[in-house]
């Protein structure tokens, strides 16, 4: 037991004092378990005495990250650097928060330095594969995927990215040979079950598409994600909805790098909802009541909070909402089903949607509720994929998303007592290399409160 200045107590016992070296083994050991809090009042009590160990910056960094506050994670690790500016591991994690804070060019410069220092480190050349890609430099992240595989033939993260990169490329029995090797690595790697059953749809071969799903069934009958897949691959039993679990599951892990990923992918829809509102209220005077539905981290609310007196936010997701309060823009952050919410919430002025109602199958409930929990004046301003030929007026697709068609929109829009209604067609976003079709709506209710 340490008596020396140079120690932090343990937050488990007040009775034994750590030296720094056993405080920051067990901060590390409870991070990795996942006690965040533990965690952090260790790293914490480091530092206190210690204001520049590198351990401590570069770990309670990462904990900042998973924590939503990514600004602050970037200061620490970049002080870390500071104090130990040729470990690549630190530049690898500094790359990996700024990417995933929407960082694009500056996370490249952080994985191009980790491999100055170290160019066999495998993880920063399958990250950079998947900038690559995302940017439609195919042939550079094939290159990088490849050397990460050859580096470690054993990292099934590298062969799911392989098969993605494959899909995109249109080389789709490839696609289906990484994603088969990805799930013998790690039979349990849900990305890689995902692809897999994709590259089959692409390949015509349904019934190994479906077979991919219902083994995944078999193994975890209660994942919420199999199942919803597998009803979008065989048009049965499928929901009116995706249900409250799916989407929990889908957005809590896809949280941390939601923003990047998007960014990669030209992700249009807030940028259009802005405009959008922008048409509806040409002066941003800060005297709206406005509802984010589906707020996710909060992308729309740069958009929204010059025109807001009050703006909340609701989702399905508590990762999200704490990227989305990171961001400092919301008056409140609600974590609820949106139809839910709406069903019992205050009355709004504005209510947008940005890609949440993709979703979403039959629009009618929450078209209802939403007209509901609109003043009088009020507008609902959305985005939604594009269907052209769906019979119902909507349908699911393989990805597990919903598309509609501008007739069925309009026609619930008037069913639910909407007005004035104003679509226009665009492009939300690219994915596997092409665009994707949507349509912003503006809907004005009527009179009445």
Excluded at 105 to 125: K, M, Q, S
Excluded at 166 to 182: I, L, N, P, S
Excluded at 190 to 216: N, Q, T
Excluded at 245 to 271: G, M, Q, T
């Amino acid at each position: 037991m340490s008596t020396s200045s140079d120690a932090a107590e343990s937050p488990a016992s007040h009775k034994r004092v750590l030296s720094i070296e056993e405080a920051l083994d067990f901060a590390l050991q409870r991070h990795r378990q996942g006690h965040l809090d533990d965690a952090r009042q260790i790293y914490q009590a480091v530092l206190d005495r210690r204001p520049d160990d590198p351990v401590a910056l570069h770990f309670l960094g990462v904990l900042m990250h998973q924590s939503g506050d990514s600004e602050r994670a970037i200061e620490l690790i970049r002080r870390a650097i500071g104090q130990q500016p040729d470990n690549p591991g630190v530049h690898n994690n500094l790359g990996n928060v700024l990417l995933e804070s929407g960082r694009v060019d500056e996370a490249i410069e952080a994985y191009r330095r980790c491999l100055d220092l170290a160019p066999d480190f495998v993880e920063t050349h399958n990250n950079l594969g998947t900038i690559y890609r995302k940017r439609g430099d195919l042939a550079d992240a094939e290159a990088a995927y490849l050397h990460a595989i050859e580096l470690r033939p054993d990292f099934a993260g590298a062969y799911c990215n392989m098969a993605n990169l494959r899909v995109d490329q249109g080389r789709t029995a490839e696609a289906a040979y990484y994603g088969c090797h990805a799930i013998t690595l790690d039979p349990r790697h849900a990305a890689s079950r995902k692809i897999l059953a994709y590259a089959y749809f692409k390949l015509g071969e349904m019934d190994k598409a479906i077979a991919v799903y219902r083994d995944w069934l078999a193994e975890e009958p209660d994942n919420p994600i199999a199942r919803h897949h597998l009803a979008a691959c065989t048009g049965e039993n499928v929901p009116l909805r995706a249900d409250d679990a799916y989407v929990e599951a889908s957005f809590d892990a896809f949280a941390s790098s939601f923003d990047a990923n998007l960014e990669l992918l030209n992700y249009r829809a807030p940028e259009l909802v802005g405009q959008a509102v922008s048409r509806v209220h040409a002066r941003p005077a800060k005297q709206l009541r406005i509802l984010d539905a589906g707020c996710g981290t909060g992308l729309c609310g740069p958009h929204l909070a010059p025109y807001a007196a009050s703006l909340v936010g609701v989702d399905l997701s508590g990762q999200m909402l704490d990227r989305a309060a990171a961001r400092r823009l919301y008056d409140e952050l609600v974590k609820a089903e949106l139809t839910a919410y709406l069903s019992a919430a205050a009355v709004f002025d504005l209510v947008v949607s940005a890609d949440t109602l993709c979703y979403f199958g039959d629009l009618a409930a929450v078209m209802q509720a939403v007209h509901a929990a609109l003043g009088k004046g009020g507008v609902l301003i959305f985005t939604v994929e594009e269907a052209t030929d769906a019979e119902a007026g909507y349908r699911i697709n393989p990805h597990g998303r919903y598309s509609h068609t501008l007739r069925y929109v309009e026609d619930v829009l008037a069913f639910a007592g909407f007005g004035a209604v104003e679509h226009e067609r665009v492009i939300l976003r690219n994915e596997a290399g092409r665009p994707v079709a949507g349509l912003t709506i503006i809907a004005h209710k009527q009179g009445g409160v």
